[in-house]
């Protein structure tokens, strides 16, 4: 469905290579979960699989269409669809309103109360909240992810769901994961270090140093993160080697 072939990106200096010639193809209907370490690379796949950011070679298809120059936009039209890590702020408009812009097909009919209802969030305290700085992160966060479920992509990236939302909502949100992956034959890409939902995975990609490290099943993953006792950098450490913490 979208593959990447050899894709690697450099910031604009040109001599950090953030992601190292990733192949990969994600196929249609499945759960993806990115895991893997801080700094590994998983934000950055992530805007390139949107079109936030360029990639520096190789090349990119959607539905064997070559993809690799066109932008967010168009990317969008075609179905891709992007929740933040940070989501931005639109001051001046309505909860109500960004759910109703965000719709794909016919605007009036957008259930915003089960939207909202399926992120956590009661309808009734937030469709007429102004999406401005008194929201909090976690709200924040929650609308973003409603936006993306209004807009029905089949092509979802969610950086971080987590990020900012308690324990209680999070159950809800991973159950919404759930549901959308049953109720439609929309592939998900999930960037999430939580075990909940590393258990909705059909497959977990490892990616650290801007490389895929590993593909696999999720059960294997979570072996691996529990019998692993430190992290590299400490176990370099350890062992007298030369990196510093
Ligand atoms: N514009 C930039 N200039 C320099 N380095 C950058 C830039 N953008 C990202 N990086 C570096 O690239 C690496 C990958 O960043 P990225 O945000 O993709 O990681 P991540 O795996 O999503 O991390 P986290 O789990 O902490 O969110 C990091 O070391 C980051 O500091």
């Not at 960004?98 to 209802?117: C, E, P, Q, T, W």
């Not at 469709?127 to 992509?153: C, F, M, N, V, Y």
């Not at 209680?168 to 991973?174: G, Y």
């Not at 890409?189 to 895929?212: C, K, P, T, W, Y």
Request: some cysteine; proline content about 2%; aromatic content about 6%.
């Amino acid at each position: 469905m979208l593959k990447l072939l050899n894709v690697s990106y450099k910031v604009e200096d040109k001599t950090v290579e953030i992601i190292k010639n990733i192949s990969f193809e994600f196929d249609k209907n499945k759960i993806y979960v990115i895991t893997g370490p801080n700094g590994g690379g998983k934000s950055s796949l992530a805007k390139l699989l949107m079109g936030i950011y360029k990639v520096s070679s190789g090349k990119i298809f959607y539905n064997e269409k070559d993809i690799t120059d066109l932008g967010i936009t168009e990317r969008a039209k075609l179905g891709i669809g992007y929740a933040f890590q940070h989501p931005p702020k639109f001051k001046g408009m309505k909860v109500s309103e960004l759910l109703k812009i965000s719709a794909s097909n016919d605007k009036s009919m957008v259930d915003m109360r089960n939207l909202l209802l399926d992120v956590g969030l009661c309808p009734k305290d937030y469709i007429d909240r102004e999406i401005d700085g008194s929201l909090s992160g976690g709200e924040l966060k929650r609308i973003e992810i409603a936006t993306i479920l209004a807009r029905k992509p089949n092509f979802a990236i969610f950086d971080e769901p987590e990020a900012g939302i308690d324990l209680w909502s999070f159950q809800k949100l991973a159950d919404t994961f759930k549901k959308l992956h049953e109720n439609t034959d929309s592939t998900l890409v999930i960037i999430s270090h939580q075990e909940r939902i590393l258990n909705l995975a059909d497959e977990v990609i490892l990616i650290a140093n801007g490389e895929i490290k590993e593909v696999a099943d999720k059960d294997e993953i979570l072996m691996e993160i529990r019998n692993s006792e430190d992290g590299d950098c400490r176990k370099i450490c350890k062992i007298g080697g030369e990196r510093i913490c």
